[in-house]
């Protein structure tokens, strides 16, 4: 399995980026994808989640309204749009397939917002 992040990068408050994460080695359309975040000094946290198939999607409080998951199966990739983003979203954003002991995780992308 790999995960490969893309579209991170510098931008202002209020602005957006579309990260994409590409997937291959396995099936995409079976396994779940979802965007998790790191700031410095802080843990790991889940962002957004497509579920299977991208039949369902769900986000967490902080980014409800702002942030949209989506994904293009033929594609085998999942994107993140971020709108109207603040400072307090900038941190290291993860791809992740699957869940429990056998996810996998992609390298990380940088968002940093600041004006």
């Known amino acids: 399995v790999q995960l490969v992040e893309s579209g991170g990068g510098l931008a202002q408050p209020g602005g957006s980026l579309r990260l994409s994460c590409v997937g291959s080695?396995?099936?995409?359309?079976?396994?779940?994808m979802s965007w998790y975040r790191q700031a410095p000094g802080k843990e790991r946290e889940l962002v957004a989640l497509s579920g299977t198939g991208g039949a369902s999607a769900s986000y967490a409080d902080s980014v409800e309204g702002r942030f949209t998951i989506s994904r293009d199966n033929a594609k085998n990739t999942v994107y993140l749009q971020m709108d109207n983003l603040q400072i307090e979203d900038t941190a290291t954003y993860y791809c992740k397939a699957g869940g429990g002991p056998y996810a996998s995780w992609g390298q990380g992308t940088q968002v940093t917002v600041s004006s």
């Open positions: 080695g396995f099936t995409f359309d079976r396994w779940s």
